[in-house]
């Protein structure tokens, strides 16, 4: 390792990001389609990365899909703009390539509301259910899964599993409790939840409604219960936006992270969307942990190749069964290869 890989090593371990300084005046956007073509690299950008980085990115989607894509190139490194567990699924989608995530502190408070050791011994309770994992979870908790499932498919894999069988629904309470109404399925639910989705004010939301009759509210499963009832479509990140595509209404309010409004407003620049509003003043409707990465931090962690996603083989070849027994579901389904 040269001097300067290793300087940059050290303020790594400390900083869980490449805490060096860029040049103000670098052409950031330059600079990271340069790097993507000498080091044979992609770009995946989560649709609630900053717009700047969506606009640079080769791929932008939910969280599967992206790793989906990017395991069907012949690209040498993946550069992962998003969460800490999204990188892990990439890796484990790809693991003879390298993965990097720009901030190793962008994290996700859904995936930390269920660590895996407390979840073992939460299962141990139950020895005869049947687990089934939001894909919003880390990879070792994977190893813990019997199926995976994305807000896509997440119904169809529940309607796959005997009737006789008990389930264990985890991380998301909110996503699970959707489940048990759309299935009628008892299932056990592990208390996880995402901060951005459980901050959405019901009393706010009604009053924006009032100001714009004529808005479409639509919103993501993993909203709290009071919030979806009130919704025109309840849908994924990917079906929230082809709702908007394909739908006739011209104002939307959008009860998920807002950076998924910059992909809707590009789809369809003649239509109004508004981000619902959270309990409070704050930007409690944007996820702090995705807003970690910058396009410096894209930058520096395309020059130096780290921070790295390493994960240990064992959960790489235990975890990825739980995801490849949702796609043999998903497909039987006919939902394809849908993140």
């Known amino acids: 390792m040269t001097a300067t890989l290793a300087s940059a090593a050290q303020k790594l371990d400390r900083n869980g990001y490449l805490d060096i300084e860029v040049d103000p005046e670098l052409d950031l956007v330059t600079e990271i389609k340069r790097l993507k073509k000498e080091k044979n690299a992609i770009i995946l950008a989560h649709y609630y990365q900053e717009s700047e980085i969506q606009d640079v990115a080769d791929f932008i989607g939910d969280s599967l899909g992206l790793s989906q894509k990017a395991a069907a190139t012949d690209a040498d490194i993946i550069v992962f703009a998003g969460v800490h567990f999204m990188a892990e699924t990439a890796k484990m989608l790809s693991p003879n390539k390298k993965v990097l995530l720009p901030d190793l502190k962008a994290g996700c408070s859904l995936a930390d509301s269920c660590p895996p050791h407390l979840f073992r011994k939460f299962r141990e309770k139950y020895p005869d259910h049947i687990v089934v994992s939001y ?11 019997d199926i995976c499932c994305t807000s896509t498919n997440a119904v169809a894999v529940i309607e796959s599993i005997p009737k006789d069988k008990p389930i264990i629904f985890a991380p998301d309470k909110n996503l699970g409790a959707y489940l048990i109404k ?50 025109d479509y309840i849908g ?42 959270p309990e409070n003043n704050c930007a409690c409707n944007e996820c702090p942990h995705m807003k970690r990465n910058t396009m410096e931090k894209l930058y520096l962690c395309m020059e130096y190749e780290m921070p790295e996603i390493i994960l240990p083989q064992w959960v790489i070849e235990q975890g990825v069964k739980s995801i490849d027994r949702m796609m043999e579901i998903s497909e039987k389904a006919g939902l394809g290869l849908k993140g």
Request: one cysteine or more.
């Open 135 to 145: 894909i919003n979870c880390t990879a070792e908790l994977k190893t813990l899964t």
């Open 182 to 231: 759309k299935t009628g399925r008892d299932m056990v639910l592990w208390n996880g939840a995402c901060m951005v989705h459980e901050i959405f004010s019901q009393e706010r939301i009604v009053k924006l409604k009032n100001r714009h009759p004529n808005a479409k509210f639509i919103a993501h499963p993993e909203c709290e219960a009071p919030i979806l009832e009130m919704a």
């Open 236 to 277: 994924s990140t990917t079906g929230l936006l082809k709702y908007t595509i394909n739908d006739s209404a011209q104002e939307y309010i959008v009860a998920t992270e807002a950076g998924i409004l910059h992909q809707m407003q590009l789809a369809s620049p003649h239509k109004t969307f508004i981000p619902a509003p």
